[in-house]
């Protein structure tokens, strides 16, 4: 079981943090074009979910998988986007990105008198919080699978 990557969009579709645990193949494009296809491929789905879903759906999109990995969804009441790439042997990382954003994103962002940039997150507290909780789940593993 293993975590690839994180990625948090604003509203706007502008990638505020990326980072990578055990991600093996890179995509062999810049990270700006990376960041521009799966903010596309997240509005596409999210469309085509709302469009084809046969009842309304209360939480919208949460995840998708392909061969190799599962991509987990999670999107605020503000438009903050996260995106969770993990192996597929993790079924269901809902609570996972949501105690990013409540008590990562919200405690060391939000409530930060000092402020940080609208068009990146550059907390290192932030960032620190965030790698050893990522590294604390029971599905995170150091090796790739």
């Not at 998988?65 to 438009?79: F, I, M, V």
């Not at 969770?84 to 079924?91: E, F, K, P």
Request: glycine share 4%.
């Amino acid at each position: 079981m293993t975590v690839h990557n994180l990625y948090i969009f604003d509203r706007n579709g502008s990638c505020l943090y990326y980072n990578e645990w055990n991600r093996k193949k890179q995509a062999g494009i810049s990270k700006d074009e990376e960041f521009k296809l799966m903010y596309g491929m997240l509005f596409s789905i999210r469309s085509f979910v709302s469009k084809i879903s046969p009842s309304d759906m209360k939480d919208g999109f949460l995840s998708f998988q392909t061969s190799k990995y599962r991509l987990h969804y999670y999107e605020t009441p503000s438009g903050l986007k996260f995106v969770l790439n993990t192996d597929l042997s993790v079924s269901n990382a809902r609570d996972t990105l949501q105690h990013i954003y409540s008590d990562l994103y919200v405690e060391f962002i939000v409530k930060n008198p000092v402020g940080v940039s609208a068009h990146s997150l550059d907390s290192e507290l932030f960032s620190s919080r965030l790698e050893a909780f990522i590294k604390s789940l029971p599905y995170y593993s150091p090796r790739a699978a």
